[in-house]
């Protein structure tokens, strides 16, 4: 029989935060934000540099993100744990690349760092999404964009 998987506070807040963001988001006036523009956001990776971007997040040990957490790879993690019955197949799961949530500022939307997303589908009406910060943007002198890849980090809020 399969061992179930253990989980620490701080993933499980995390966790919770990362599922479901907008909760974190501070409360906004939208008379205050009339006529406000976002700043403009660095154009998202292309194909090959966003594909080594979701390898390195689906690929980094998991302990890094706790280290209470077993050796395995954030995606084998995360695999194991939304295993609900040992002895039956996986749950589908994908990871897609995208701008981070903006946590930070009033105005609601994205934020120009970008965030791996990894979805498992735990059954017909119930998904979990686990959301790693993976690289801010670095924009260079000649004004292109470079990504500074980093250890995923679960995205909380500020």
């Known amino acids: 029989m399969m061992r179930p998987t253990r989980f620490s506070a701080a993933t499980i807040v995390g966790l919770a ?3 479901s963001p907008r909760l974190a988001q501070r409360p906004i006036d939208i008379d205050r934000l009339e006529g406000v523009r976002r700043p403009l956001l660095p154009p998202l990776p292309n194909d090959d540099v ?3 971007i979701l390898v390195h997040a689906r690929t980094t040990p998991a302990v890094l993100i706790d280290q209470d957490l077993a050796p395995l790879t954030i995606s084998e993690w995360l695999a194991a744990a939304t295993q609900l019955d040992p002895g039956g197949p996986p749950h589908p799961m ?10 930070k500022s009033d105005i609601p939307g994205p934020s120009p760092e970008l965030c791996a997303t990894a979805t498992a589908l735990l059954d017909d009406e119930r998904a979990l999404h686990l959301v790693l910060a993976v690289a801010p943007p670095a924009i260079m002198s000649d004004g292109n964009v470079r990504w500074l890849v980093q250890i995923p980090a679960i995205r909380k809020s500020a």
């Open 17 to 19: 935060l990362a599922a």
């Open 50 to 52: 966003g594909a080594a």
């Open 94 to 103: 994908s990871w897609s690349l995208d701008y981070c949530e903006d946590l």
